[in-house]
């Protein structure tokens, strides 16, 4: 696990430096660059060393007539498989890294080496035969890759931070992307912050040639965007997804460092745990304790933990972290993730990765995607009761849309009844697309400025999630549509990015054994009836740990994060929110209505509205400005 930077159309080796000293947190073990000024082409690498230790593993790596340079951020899990064809074939490694497969299955395949890569990367390869940059990005979109292009001059790299360094003129804000931040808290699709940066979209590639995007394609489609022959065998469903999982947790143990493990306490992370320990059995498992108050109606995952931990007799190391500190790390936390995503989530990955590294543990495996294949999140079940009110006449779900709005939203399960009701007037794939909205139009563009109303047009922030779904056969089923929205935007877009951001500022690896190719194949297949089976969601998961784990914690409430925003929004960061969204601080940014803003936060204190998520986002966007003004500079 690494970090890459480059460039085409023109050499600044001065910029590439720095870029590369930008992103030193994902490398900490090593730093290479390669150049050439003829091509106009550089190549910067920072080096996580967790598969051959030694120098051969040292990047940018070349082939050996030295045409074929290659920097690569990840890991292969099937590369031995990969290597063994290749050494068939006559080819002779020098080393024993995953890299050097890479490089070598390219210089074998070419582009169509792709769809054979089972593993978690971004890559840049320079072909000097061809004169070409050849790019890519994993099948889920686990390791980020950021872009800017124009004038001749193509510029990427693991973090926008780093990228600014290679584009210094690529700062103007993207109202469009901004909307999007404030309306699902993340920015589905290719945008960010900045309209001159654009990200990778999971599962694709691009060739770049004398500074200009020669050719962009999708080298792999989601499974759940088709339709497939379902598993009838339910048996069969439920021991094959254990045996899939198992293999998939077995192959990305492989590592030359320590690997260790988050333990939350919920099934997926106690899972992969339970399954790891099989070939691991001292593996070591890290969690969190958030003193000073949970969210109304969060449950604790610390005696969660803790049981699973002595279940399984492994050993459990807690970090412990006063709420009040978290709030107070929240401008760190926007810095490091390069993007404005308003989640205190986050901070648990950098508290424990920190932990972790400390523990001299350089690689976790993680529970992340067990929700976005197997079902678990309360939309999920939200979708599932439509079947007892979507037969309603229109004038009736309108008129239910309008209670939502009535109801205490001082309590969690007023809140969370109004989020659905606030959709139910919507049809098709507009209403499934509700389910992730934060905050609805109507409310959004009352707080922008004139200037920003107008940039943004009539623009749906919702746009590339309804685009998506479009291109989905019209026969397949709302669950598998929504399972297949969170796998292309939910993770890849914000649950992966706030994962890898984290973890590598602490110069840790996460992996995440649920997105094994194999097993998200196999997921694809298994029918939603056995994915949510009526209130019980996971179903088919939780059958399969039934030998591994105990019911109690199988069967246990779903709960995510529960950060006490609504409380830090009222106290811990009440002067925060005074200084950053202040009249004359909203007014120089020129974003929002520094009024309607103002009448935000009074209705939020008063419990007439839920806005503590949108005002997070708010302050988010405001930081981030802030920081923006720092990337990039000498």
């Given amino acids: 696990m690494c970090g890459i930077a480059g460039l085409s159309g023109r050499v600044d080796e001065r910029a590439l430096h720095l870029a590369v000293q930008a992103i030193a947190h994902r490398g900490p073990d090593d730093e290479g660059i390669f150049t050439d000024s003829t091509a106009g082409v550089g190549l910067g690498h920072r080096r996580l060393s967790i598969l051959d230790l030694s120098p051969q593993g040292h990047q940018p790596m070349a ?138 979209a999971p599962g694709s590639a691009m060739v770049v040639r004398d500074g200009r995007i020669e050719r962009q394609w999708r080298w792999y489609q989601l499974p759940a965007t088709q339709l497939v022959d379902s598993l009838r065998d339910q048996q069969a469903s439920i021991e094959n997804t254990a045996a899939r999982l198992k293999h998939a947790v077995t192959r990305q143990m492989v590592a030359d460092v320590p690997v260790g493990a988050f333990l939350s306490g919920g099934l997926d992370s106690s899972a992969v745990v339970a399954l790891a320990r099989e070939q691991k059995p001292d593996i070591r498992c890290f969690t969190i304790e958030a003193k000073g108050g949970q969210e109304d109606g969060a449950t604790d995952d610390l005696p969660y933990a803790r049981k699973v931990a002595r ?159 479009q291109q989905m056969p019209q026969q397949a089923e709302p669950l598998q549509r929504m399972l297949a929205l969170e796998q292309r935007f939910f993770l890849a877009d914000h649950n992966l990015i706030y994962t890898d951001k984290m973890s590598m500022a602490a110069g840790v690896e996460v992996r995440v054994p649920f997105l094994d190719l ?19 969601g996971k179903w088919v998961l939780k059958k399969a740990m039934e030998p591994y784990l105990p019911r109690e914690v199988i069967y246990r409430p779903k709960t995510g994060f529960g950060a006490p925003l609504r409380r830090w929004m009222r106290h811990e960061l009440r002067e925060l929110l005074g200084d950053l969204l202040s009249e004359e601080s909203l007014r120089r940014r020129g974003l929002f209505d520094p009024v309607a803003v103002q009448r935000l936060i009074a209705d939020n204190d008063s419990g007439r509205v839920d806005a503590s998520y949108t005002l997070l986002s708010l302050l988010c966007i405001e930081i981030w400005c802030r920081k923006l003004s720092d990337w990039g500079m000498a």
């Fill in 63 to 200: 082939s050996n007539d030295g045409r074929v340079v290659l920097v690569y951020n990840g890991e292969i899990y099937n590369f031995r498989e990969l290597r063994r064809e290749l050494e068939a074939q006559g080819v002779r490694f020098r080393g024993n890294s995953d890299t050097e497969v890479l490089l070598n299955l390219y210089l074998r395949e070419g582009e169509a080496m792709l769809p054979r890569l089972n593993g978690i990367f971004a890559f840049a390869l320079w072909d000097g035969r061809k004169q070409s940059l050849f790019l890519a990005r994993d099948a889920l979109g686990v390791k980020p890759l950021y872009y800017a292009a124009s004038d001749g001059r193509f510029s990427f790299a693991s973090e926008i931070k780093a990228l600014l360094h290679l584009a210094p003129e690529a700062r103007e804000l993207d109202q469009v992307a901004l909307h999007r931040y404030l309306s699902f808290l993340w920015c589905p699709g290719e945008g960010t912050p900045l309209k001159a940066v654009r990200k990778l």
């Fill in 311 to 469: 279940h399984l007799g492994v050993p459990l190391d807690v970090v412990e972290i006063e709420a009040s500190r978290m709030a107070g790390d929240l401008e760190q936390m926007v810095a490091q993730l390069d993007e404005p995503l308003a989640d205190p989530a986050p901070l648990n990955v950098l508290y424990i990765s920190r932990l972790a590294r400390e523990q001299g543990i350089k690689v976790l495996l993680s529970g992340a995607g067990g929700d976005d294949l197997f079902t678990g999140y309360r939309r999920h079940y939200a979708l599932s009761l439509e079947r007892y009110w979507r037969w309603l006449p229109l004038r009736v779900r309108r008129a239910l849309a309008g209670v939502g709005g009535r109801l205490d939203q001082q309590r969690a399960l007023a809140r969370r009844l109004a989020k659905v009701l606030d959709g139910v007037a919507l049809d098709g794939d507009a209403r499934l697309v509700n389910y992730f909205r934060w905050a609805g139009e109507r409310r959004l563009r009352a707080l922008y400025t004139p200037a920003f109303r107008q940039a943004l047009g009539e623009e749906d922030a919702a746009a590339p999630m309804l685009d998506f779904l």
């Fill in 518 to 536: 194999d097993l998200v194949e196999f997921a694809a297949r298994i029918p939603s009836s056995l994915k949510q089976k009526g209130a019980e």
